[in-house]
């Protein structure tokens, strides 16, 4: 970002993201950081902070799966407007500290240094503001927790008078030092001037032969610089994800959390355990259920992208709903899946939808339309009242108000090569099993009789039928099966 937000002492912000790590526990062809919680990669949670924190700059270490990595930051970095994002590649990658060091020739020395994890996707701006608060411009400080089992983390180690001394990760630990419930969260503020002259000292001497960032704080002691362990409670800020199980433990944290501030707002949630709010990773576009008053969410909904449910809005079970508008009382009936994609989908006051139907980009329904089960609908406007009940398809159509389309009726909109609209004039009711032909318009209140193909627009208020005449012959005579052995 252009405008850097200086620390109380006036240092700007620089941020590094360890982002270059395989993530071996994944057993996944994609790299650790793209992974994704809640249809977002990992990376881009962690840059969202980055990008809250109004850091000068940030760098991104990369290794494994660097082209991918680094192209999925520099759409973010676009998207973000002003964000100066530089990718530094860790090549071996030889641990934490060595993955700082790529990225210092990025770094000015007038700085303070955030270090963060791309794996670790839920730290908030706030905790981290706080933890830049803790350096005071001068101090090395380290952000904490403490857990029940601080099994595979750096424990922090502490001087009889309750000062920091150093971080032994778990790998060197003696017995005692395992016993320490007090873990380094992977993330650190420590001015750039400092950090520049510990790393060129480090060493992989250690039961992991690795360059080890966390020996910076044993550096910092002996230096006599002040160390701060900034401890919080919230331990799912702090959680890595190393697996698929830690993932999806994750996941469900993160959307409970906002299942819990939907609730908070009023809206009714089934069961908060069974709701998902995801960003459309394909569109980037993040997140965002806005909900009027008296909503009511049912159980096993995924939403996904921009939607915004209106007031008395019901939703039910097991609906998938993206980019989408619903208007005030409107009710979606069970397994419904909508998606507007870019173009949005809308569903006016009243209206009902499903169950089992579907709305793909461009449908406009006006208020107290019905779209009943096995009826798609895409690019399409329904004027108020107009009902498709069952088992029908309405691409690339204009309807009137009090349309009724009849069950098994089709749009036939595209030629092979083009798409055509089809017209369908207010009060106008379409028989079953009927195939409009595009482009054709029906005039208003005319009546299409069932099994018709109509290729040509029809008179307003005219029966049309377009079908071979019924003909019946008397005493019809099945064909029989000729008797055995005959
Ligand atoms: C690290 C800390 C440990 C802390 C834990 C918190 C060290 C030595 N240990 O351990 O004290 O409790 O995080 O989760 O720092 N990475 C690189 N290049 C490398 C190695 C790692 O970019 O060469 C990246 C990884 O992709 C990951 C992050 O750094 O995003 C942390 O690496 P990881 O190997 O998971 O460190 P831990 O052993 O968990
Ligand atoms: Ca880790």
């Known amino acids: 970002m252009s405008a850097s937000n200086p620390t109380p002492n006036a240092l700007p912000i620089d941020i590094v993201i360890m982002a270059a790590g395989k993530g071996t526990r994944m057993k996944s062809r994609v790299p650790k950081v793209l992974q994704k919680l809640a249809g977002r990669p990992l990376l881009g949670h962690v840059l969202a902070t980055a990008q809250a ?218 069961d908060p355990a069974r709701l998902d709010v995801r960003d459309d990773a394909r569109r980037g576009v993040p997140a965002e259920l806005t909900c009027g008053p008296d909503v009511e969410i049912d159980v ?70 019905h779209i009943g089960n096995f009826v798609e609908v895409k690019n399409s406007t329904l004027a108020a009242g107009a009902k498709a009940n069952h088992l029908a398809y309405l691409g690339d159509a204009t309807v009137g108000e009090r349309v009724n389309y009849g069950a098994g009726s089709i749009t036939a909109n595209y030629d092979g090569a083009n798409k055509h609209r089809t017209v369908i004039e207010a009060d106008v009711h379409v028989g079953s099993n009927c195939v409009l032909v595009a482009p054709v318009t029906i005039g208003a209140g005319g009546t299409v009789g069932g099994g018709s193909t109509i290729t040509k627009s029809t008179p307003a208020g005219a029966l049309s039928v377009a079908r071979g005449k019924q003909v019946s012959i008397a005493g019809w005579q099945r064909p029989a099966k000729k008797a055995r052995g005959a």
């Open 53 to 270: 924190l109004h850091a000068r700059r940030v760098v991104a270490v990369t290794g494994h799966g660097a082209p991918e990595v680094e192209a999925y930051g520099a759409v973010v970095a676009r998207a973000g407007g002003q964000f100066d994002l530089k990718f530094a590649r860790q090549e071996p990658q030889l641990g934490t500290g060595h993955a700082v060091q790529q990225a210092l020739p990025l770094l000015a020395d007038d700085g303070l240094v955030v270090v963060l994890s791309g794996d670790v996707p839920l730290t908030e701006a706030a905790t981290l503001q706080a933890l830049v608060q803790a350096a005071q411009g001068e101090r090395l400080a380290l952000l904490t927790v403490r857990l029940p089992d601080p099994t595979g983390y750096g424990r922090i180690v502490r001087a009889a008078d309750g000062g920091v001394q150093r971080i032994v990760e778990q790998k060197d630990a003696s017995a005692d030092e395992r016993a320490i419930d007090e873990i380094y969260s992977g993330i650190m503020a420590v001015p750039a001037r400092h950090l520049r002259r510990w790393l060129a000292r480090l060493t992989n001497d250690n039961a992991q032969g690795e360059y080890y960032l966390t020996d910076v704080v044993a550096m910092a002691v002996h230096d006599g610089v002040p160390v701060a362990a900034h401890r919080i409670d919230d331990a799912l800020q702090v959680a890595g994800v190393n697996s698929p199980l830690q993932l999806a433990e994750l996941e469900r944290a993160h959307q409970r959390r906002q299942a819990e501030a939907l609730m908070a707002q009023g809206v009714r949630l089934a």
């Open 300 to 369: 096993g909904c995924i939403f996904t992208g921009r939607v915004a449910l209106g007031e008395g809005a019901q939703i039910g079970a097991y609906c998938c709903i993206a980019n989408a508008v619903i208007a005030a009382g409107a009710v979606i009936h069970p397994f419904t899946h909508i998606d507007g994609e870019e173009a949005g989908v809308g569903v006016g006051q009243g209206a009902r939808v499903g169950p089992f139907a579907r709305l793909r980009p461009g449908a406009e329904l006006g208020p107290d339309v």
